[in-house]
T-cell receptor, first 111, second 115 residues
Framework: GDSVTQMEGPVTLSEEAFLTINCTYT??????LFWYVQYPGEGLQLLLK?????DKGSNKGFEATYRKETTSFHLEKGSVQVSDSAVYFCALRNQGGKLIFGQGTELSVKP | GAVVSQHPSWVICKSGTSVKIECRSL??????MFWYRQFPKQSLMLMATSNEGSKATYEQGVEKDKFLINHASLTLSTLTVTSAHPEDSSFYIC???????????FGQGTRLTVV
């Protein structure tokens, strides 16, 4: 079945460090891909998305490129801030319209 | 962006009682709403998909008689946890999707604690 695999957390970085959170997927057809962010005690917020191969989603300094050849959608940010501390979820929307989530990666940024 | 409001944000109830959680799309009509359950430090598990005016479609392993879902209007879906037990304690999140829109908008979640 369709699935999403993320790198395990927690990830701890110092402020201004470079961030990469790996995400790979398995799906039939051409799913849309998403990154969501969840702050403590809150629901999910869409961070960025890409709907076809080679699309790059970007928002708030975060980027991710839809790589069909490697079935990946890695999240990157050049310089993280303390306020970026949260849990990040990679997800795909499959042909049936369902959102399938990865297990989430907790990011902690220290000043 | 579109706003989805979930209420209450947290609730504590006694074992054996029922709890209703509301999910409202405030500025768009949501023909489809989704209910998820999230355990601590884990991902979201889709419980059911509800379409306005029809019965919800439950995922395998989710008890439809325990988790009653109603989607009576284009802006409101409710999840009722019936005869709640401590193992039902969890974080429940809804999302809403407008017709023809691939993006789903999430509520802020409801923390349910059954004592």
């Amino acid at each position: 079945g369709d699935s999403v695999t993320q790198m395990e957390g927690p990830v701890t970085l110092s402020e201004e460090a470079f961030l990469t959170i790996n995400c790979t997927y398995t799906a039939t057809g051409y799913p849309s891909l998403f990154w969501y962010v969840q702050y403590p005690g809150e629901g999910l917020q869409l961070l960025l998305k890409a709907t076809k191969a080679d699309d790059k989603g970007s928002n708030k300094g975060f980027e991710a490129t839809y790589r069909k050849e490697t079935t990946s959608f890695h999240l990157e940010k050049g310089s993280v801030q303390v306020s970026d501390s949260a849990v990040y979820f990679c997800a795909l929307r499959n042909q049936g319209g369902k959102l399938i989530f990865g297990q989430g990666t907790e990011l902690s940024v220290k000043p | 962006g579109a706003v989805v409001s979930q209420h209450p944000s947290w609730v504590i109830c006694k074992s054996g009682t029922s709890v209703k959680i509301e999910c409202r799309s405030l500025d768009f009509q949501a023909t489809t709403m989704f209910w998820y359950r999230q355990f601590p430090k884990q991902s979201l598990m889709l419980m059911a998909t509800s379409n306005e005016g029809s019965k919800a479609t439950y995922e395998q392993g989710v008890e439809k008689d325990k988790f009653l879902i109603n989607h009576a209007s284009l802006t409101l879906s409710t999840l009722t946890v019936t005869s709640a037990h401590p193992e039902d304690s969890s974080f429940y999140i809804c999302s809403a999707q407008a017709p023809g829109n691939t993006e789903a908008f999430f509520g802020q979640g409801t923390r349910l604690t059954v004592v």
